[in-house]
């Protein structure tokens, strides 16, 4: 066991056969169990929560954990954050935002609220279709921030792509400006995806 636990991708292939094994259990076993768009929308939910948990775990991690401690890290230790850690953290982090918002859109459209919920409820009379909305639109602005603001200014900021000192210090500021911006979304967003699908409405 402590073999598997030591290497990454064994932990996860065995999350992944777990989960399996889980699914089977739970649904295989019921009488009325098909592939159908119960069971898609469920898939799709699931990939949605998971692909968030690593998204927004990553934005809180650049800014509770890495953000802050640069100026406590020694200048000869810096690299191994900037040209190791970061570039590591922000494919995850990019892939992530891309993924919640790809597998949020199918999850709703198999709902059957996707056109609703983009119009903010407007005219249905539902609640939930607003405040599912307002959390939508608020993820896809984090989304956007993500692959067209911070991403772009990342690669300038950590030397991924050629840029002047000044570039680069410009670039960095701008994308911990627009992290904090996700950050500041980050709980809104959260509130409203939960309170509709939680509240009775």
Do not use: C
């Not at 809180?60 to 970061?86: C, G, L, R, T």
Request: hydrophobic share 55%.
């Amino acid at each position: 066991m402590v073999k598997i636990l030591q290497s990454l991708s064994k932990t996860v292939h065995l999350s992944l056969a777990l989960a399996i094994i889980l699914f089977l259990g739970f649904h295989l076993g019921a009488s009325d169990f098909a592939f159908d768009r119960g069971f898609y929308s469920w898939l799709f939910r699931y990939l949605h929560v998971l692909t968030g948990i690593m998204w927004i775990g990553l934005l809180w991690y650049f800014n509770f954990v890495q953000i802050p401690s640069m100026p406590n890290i020694p200048d000869e230790h810096k690299p191994a954050v900037s040209k190791v850690i970061a570039p590591k953290a922000l494919f995850w982090f990019r892939w992530a935002a891309l993924g919640t918002i790809i597998s949020g859109l199918i999850v709703a459209y198999l709902q059957g609220y996707v056109h609703q919920a983009m119009i903010l409820g407007i005219g249905s009379g539902d609640p939930k279709n607003t405040a599912i909305g307002i959390g939508m639109w608020l993820g896809i602005i984090m989304a956007y921030n993500v692959w067209f603001v911070i991403w772009p200014n990342q690669k300038k900021a950590l030397g991924i792509i050629e840029a002047t000192p000044e570039e680069k210090a410009s670039s960095a500021k701008t994308a911990m400006v627009f992290s904090r911006v996700n950050t500041l979304l980050s709980l809104p967003m959260l509130l409203t995806m939960v309170a509709a699908q939680n509240l009775p409405w």
